[in-house]
């Protein structure tokens, strides 16, 4: 199958006829593009739905071509079964989602809704563009069980509630479902796993100070900063997701169009700085960058380069540029893109075997990851007897 992540070391010109096309409709310009790249070679459009679908872009690419006389009809059918989809899935999760923050506004809860919903209110400004699964609020530690009591009483149960003392002690999340259908994350920090936010400077608390007004369906809720959205969109794709997958990179981009006056961009450098999370961002703006021309200023990029004589820096890149490694080396890689690793505390942090089983399956990743190099190593040295 295609490589269905866009290329870290981004190259539009070695792109295929889809994914050019894919990425002039999220530019913005693809009147310039059919005319310069597709008008005689044509897009392979098998390639282009698999790939819309696989980035979970497919509801923004039907309203960047419907009306476009050159593609064909039933590929705008199936981009629009998408987008009308979406919206509907959207809406009833948003209206959810309200109803529960309204309970927890009673009881003087304080929330953040962060990701897909907040992106879809305040930068997509449209519920059928951007698709999200479950909805995810940010409270404080000492009111989980205010809010799980409140989830409890709106229908929701918590997944794997025997290890909630667990999930307390080494995560930072837990999931609620109800009627199987609809997912409620409530996180009391920004990254999932306790072991991540140890590794980093976050200020949680200035985060909350600094939160700004948002509604959902006319309730009351909050938003992260602008500044902080787009470091915390940084962490979350770097860390939460390996550095794969566009829709993120395309949320950071749509965020510095729409919202270009408001970000101070000093303060995001110089809390990438403070946070000892300037890896993580300098990736992911690079590639925003790269992919979108997004206007970042160079000196952002300058003040948290980080320094190329750092060990891992170079592996971690190699890694994540093969278009076939395993999703399971992000846990193996992971670590690499913290600006405190590695160093022999940091990996204890990171690797605190807990039990037998911990330390097995973290070697049976290791080796799900690295399989296809560890084949290829051991079919060379067979060639060469």
């Not at 739905?49 to 059918?77: C, H, M, W």
């Not at 991540?196 to 200020?203: E, G, Q, R, T, V």
């Not at 509604?215 to 550095?243: F, P, T, W």
């Not at 992911?284 to 980080?306: C, G, H, R, Y």
């Amino acid at each position: 199958m295609a490589n269905l992540y866009p290329a870290i070391d981004f190259d539009f010109k070695a792109l295929t006829c889809a994914d050019k096309l894919i990425f002039c409709v999220l530019r913005e310009n693809l009147n310039n593009f059919w005319d310069e790249n597709c008008r005689n070679s044509g897009v392979d459009w098998e390639e282009f739905l698999q790939k819309a679908q696989a980035y979970r872009i497919e509801p923004l690419l039907y309203t960047g071509l419907r009306g476009f006389s050159s593609i064909p009809n039933e590929v705008i059918d199936r981009l629009k079964t998408s987008f009308v989809s979406t919206f509907y899935r959207n809406i009833v999760l948003a209206r959810e989602l309200s109803g529960i923050i309204k309970k927890l506004n009673e009881r003087k809860i304080e929330t953040i809704v962060l990701k897909g919903v907040s992106l879809s209110a305040c930068v997509y400004d449209d519920w059928s563009l951007r698709g999200f699964n479950d909805a995810d609020l940010l409270v404080k530690k000492e009111d989980f069980f205010s809010v799980r009591a409140v989830l409890k009483e709106l229908g929701y149960e918590l997944l794997c509630e025997k290890k909630i003392k667990s999930s307390l002690k080494y995560r930072s999340q837990a999931m609620f479902v109800k009627d199987g259908k609809y997912f409620i994350d409530v996180h009391w920090h920004l990254l999932d796993l306790d072991r991540y936010n140890k590794a980093i400077n976050l200020d949680l608390g200035k985060i909350w100070d600094r939160r700004e007004p948002l509604k959902i369906n006319e309730i009351d809720s909050a938003r992260l900063s602008l500044n902080d959205m787009i470091v915390y969109l940084c962490l979350h794709q770097a860390i939460q997701h390996g550095l794969k997958g566009l829709i993120w990179y395309l949320d950071i981009y749509k965020i510095i169009k729409k919202y270009s006056d408001g970000i101070d961009w000093e303060k995001i450098a110089d809390d990438a700085v403070t946070y000892r999370v300037k890896r993580p961002v300098y990736y992911v703006l690079t590639f925003v960058s790269d992919m979108f021309n997004a206007q970042i200023p160079q000196f952002v990029f300058e003040k948290i380069k980080p320094g190329i004589n750092k060990f891992g820096q170079g592996f971690v890149l190699r890694n994540l540029k093969r278009a076939n490694i395993s999703v399971n080396s992000e846990y193996i890689l992971t670590p690499f893109l913290f600006d405190t690793l590695p160093q022999a505390a940091n990996f204890v942090l990171f690797y605190s075997f807990r039990s037998p089983a911990h330390f097995f399956y973290s070697i049976k990743l290791f080796f799900r990851s690295f399989s296809p190099a560890i084949r290829l190593f051991l079919k060379g040295r067979g060639n060469g007897r």
